[in-house]
């Protein structure tokens, strides 16, 4: 279960991280590509050398509104890139699209971390997982696969986010089917991450070994969607 005392936490952290990044995508486009360059690839889109102002002025009130929590919601809505306004989708970077789950590696992580303070495993405090946390987001490689905008690196924000995802249902074998869901798509992404199948199989053993049954049920709970998903893969 998430504790709904750490879940804003999270959120905080998911808001800074997408403001981060956006601030980063509108600073290449001013600092990198500079605004002539950005203005000149607009109108090859066929689209009006104006909408490249627009955009870069979006991105960074949007990442200002963000970071501070000034109606989020409304803002992350209009920052949706929308590929209507390109008129092809080949147009648009598919990298784009992902940079909107770069916050959730770190968000999720963050609970994560909670659940091992909750459940006595862990002695770093709340504060002490928000920094470690942040240190992942901007600290680390992920930034730099985060703002790049392309397939191959949002593969890796991609495996992050799920991987993430697969720690905090994985602990305590708490959620074993969507532990094994996480880990079957993660495997789609990053097939290195198959190797993090230990992990619940240990958490099921140390919770459940006293109910054989109950082991087995979690077990196979766990094992079902992850293979599904592994199957599939390897046929496609």
């Known amino acids: 279960m998430i504790d709904n005392s750490t879940a804003p936490y999270a959120a905080l952290l998911l808001r800074l991280c997408l403001g981060a990044l956006f601030v980063a995508h509108a600073m290449l486009k001013v600092r990198v590509f500079t605004i002539p360059g950005t203005v000149k690839y607009f109108q090859s889109l066929g689209l009006p050398g104006f909408v490249a102002y627009v955009t870069i002025a979006t991105e960074l009130s949007g990442a200002f509104c963000l970071v501070l929590g000034i109606y989020p919601r409304y803002v992350a809505l209009l920052l949706v890139p929308l590929v209507a306004l390109v008129k092809d989708p080949d147009r648009v970077h598919d990298g784009q699209f992902f940079l909107w789950l770069a916050g959730v590696a770190p968000a ?71 532990a094994g869901l996480m880990l079957g798509l993660a495997f789609a992404t990053r097939t290195p991450l198959l190797f993090a199948a230990p992990l619940f199989v240990l958490e099921a053993w140390r919770t459940c070994r006293a109910q054989r049954p109950r082991l087995l049920r979690t077990l196979l709970a766990f094992a079902t969607p992850a293979r599904v998903r592994t199957r599939l893969w390897s046929v496609a």
């Open 108 to 178: 999720m992580l963050f609970l994560g971390l909670e659940k091992l303070r909750r459940f006595g495993r862990s002695e770093v405090s709340e504060r002490g997982n928000i920094g470690l946390c942040l240190l992942f987001a901007f600290g680390s490689v992920y930034f730099f696969c985060a703002e790049q905008g392309t397939v191959w690196f949002a593969a890796h924000v991609v495996g992050a986010g799920l991987a993430a995802l697969y720690l905090l249902f994985a602990l305590e074998a708490e959620r074993p089917w969507l």
